[in-house]
């Protein structure tokens, strides 16, 4: 379709078709729009113009900015052994478990099956939250560090996506020193910033952001990097700012998911072949399988030493076998960048939305912890009027 | 011979006529009457804002609800404990009647589109499939 604007329409449609079918079915728009891509992408081809990449990239960018700026930096410090630990060990068995599997059994070669340990080795802190908020157990400390530990094993993933594949140039140096320049400078400058240029229509706080997420993604992207690693280390750098003042990453959200982020999904969604996923249904079964596996052997021992009780521990574990945002975006970095081809792309993306799905229903469905936190406590969950 | 009635509101005009059967039951039972109202959240959601947002949506809404539930109650003079919870509406409302042993639960038609009705089931079909207690469906 050469008309930009007749594409933009099938495209803002397809979004369109997305939003009110999540509503309807009470399922995040992401994951709806992941299948909506899919079932356009198998049913007519949906074309991907230079302009819908580009989009799609920023949307992810914004995505993952937004996702670092999510964590409280004060849980994890309050917390710092358990989520640290429970985080990397949630992070480097799933990565290590899926890469040897990938190159030994499933016969992938080596940078292909880095590209499946980094995607496999993500937690959704999305889906947990929502989880936590459903149990209650997003006011209890089990609940806060299990969070921080999702965020500390998200960050292992993208350090892991922007180093492994980076080249060891002068350009490396350059963009490691400037983003170290820029966390540093950032949570000084930016709240002074904020403070002076206030909410304004022309959104100078938003600019000010993209400004640095673009020159950061540019370094990373020369350096061989990937610009989702700045972006989640400024959106972590950003976190206490945004947490004084929520009103600025909400209505940065606006932005990214009303023109951004829908198209990073229906296109991570159009690349996934149907006969592929009918091919490599018994290795997704595997992969999904392999992932489960190994965070059970790196973070159920530590829940243990942490002394979590049995229930408790099946629960965290559970929960940080899930995974969509990052693994769909490390899938789809492979492929950009040729180290995959399409039909592994696929393999892996339906491995991640099966990690998003299955580890959530059967944590909910058999390992509830015995003892949940009273519900008529906790004052924010519930109001009682008389 | 009801002695515990829960009522759950999804805030649509069949949960507010059930709520009248509900009130007329508790007054002439003198039953303890509990109104339950489920913030659905989104499965599997892709950024934790998401989440706080459905939660915002609902908790806004279910504001109204609950301060023309307590009028009519006041109305009728009987004393209604209103919650909000998160979750699945079907687990959520089930685990409740179970937890507060409720006789009874009322509830208008919940339900989605005639589609996803005859494909997935209506929320009240599952409801009286699971609750704990007999089950007033309110038409």
């Known amino acids: 379709m050469e008309n930009p604007w007749l594409a933009s329409a099938l495209w803002i449609g397809l979004a369109l078709v997305a939003s009110v079918l999540s509503i309807w079915v009470a399922m995040s728009v992401a994951l709806v729009e992941i299948v909506v891509g899919a079932v356009a992408g198998n049913l007519f081809g949906l074309p991907i113009a230079p ?19 999510e964590i409280d930096p004060q849980v ?35 940078p292909q099956a880095q590209i499946a340990g980094i995607a496999l080795s993500t937690t959704s802190v999305a889906v947990v939250y929502a989880v936590m908020v459903e149990t209650g157990y997003n006011q209890t400390t089990l609940g806060k560090i299990i969070l921080a530990a999702c965020f500390v094993n998200d960050l292992g993933t993208v350090l892991a996506l922007g180093i492994i594949f980076a080249q060891a140039t002068v350009w490396l140096a350059v963009f490691a020193a400037a983003t170290a320049l820029a966390l540093w400078f950032l949570p000084r400058f930016a709240p002074w910033f904020f403070s002076r240029v206030g909410h304004r229509v022309s959104e100078p706080e938003t600019k000010f952001v993209a400004l640095v997420l673009f ?10 990097s ?42 991570a969604g159009s690349l ?14 595997v992969f999904l399988a392999v992932k489960m596996a190994t965070k059970f052997v790196g973070i159920l021992p530590l829940t243990r030493t942490f002394r979590f009780g049995r229930r408790e521990g099946m629960y965290t574990t559970l929960l940080m076998s899930t995974g969509l945002t990052f693994g769909t975006i490390s899938a789809l970095f492979g492929l950009n960048k040729g180290i995959i081809d399409q039909a592994q792309y696929t393999i892996l993306v339906t491995a991640v939305i099966g990690s998003a799905v299955v580890p959530t229903l059967i944590a909910q469905r058999w390992f509830q912890p015995a003892e949940a936190p009273p519900k008529a406590a906790a004052p924010a969950e519930e109001a009682e009027h008389v | 011979m009801f002695e515990r009635i829960l009522h759950a509101n999804d805030g649509s005009e069949g949960a507010m006529k059930a709520l009248g059967a509900a009130l007329d039951l508790a007054r002439r039972h003198h039953a303890e009457l509990h109104m339950i109202c489920v913030e659905e959240l989104p499965s599997f959601p892709a950024t934790m804002d998401e989440v706080r947002e459905e939660r915002m949506e609902a908790q806004h809404r279910f504001t109204q609800v609950i301060a023309r539930a307590e009028a009519l109650a006041k109305g009728q003079r009987v004393r209604l404990h209103a919650h909000v919870l998160a979750g699945h509406p079907v687990r959520v409302i089930t685990e409740f009647a179970r937890e507060q042993r409720t006789d009874l639960l009322v509830t208008g038609f919940m339900g989605h589109s005639a589609l996803y009705n005859r494909v997935i089931g209506s929320t009240t079909d599952r409801l009286v499939d699971l609750a704990p207690c007999s089950v007033l469906v309110v038409k």
């Open chain 1, 215 to 224: 020159f950061l993604g540019g370094l990373a992207s020369v350096a061989g």
């Open chain 1, 272 to 285: 996934v072949r149907l006969d592929a996923v009918i091919g490599g249904a018994g290795l997704i079964a």
């Open chain 1, 226 to 267: 990937e610009a989702v690693l700045p972006a989640y280390l400024v959106g972590m750098a950003l976190a206490p700012a945004f947490l004084k003042d929520p009103e600025l990453p909400h209505r940065m959200r606006v932005v990214a998911f009303t023109i951004l982020t829908p198209f990073y999904f229906l296109k």
């Open chain 1, 51 to 69: 302009w819908v990449d580009y989009l799609a990239g920023f949307g992810a960018i914004l995505l993952t900015f937004l996702a670092g700026s």
């Open chain 1, 76 to 110: 994890v410090c309050r917390h710092f052994w358990s989520a640290m630990s429970i985080g990397v060990m949630g992070f480097l068995a799933p990565y290590a478990g899926v890469l040897l599997y990938a190159h030994y059994v499933a016969g992938w070669a080596w």
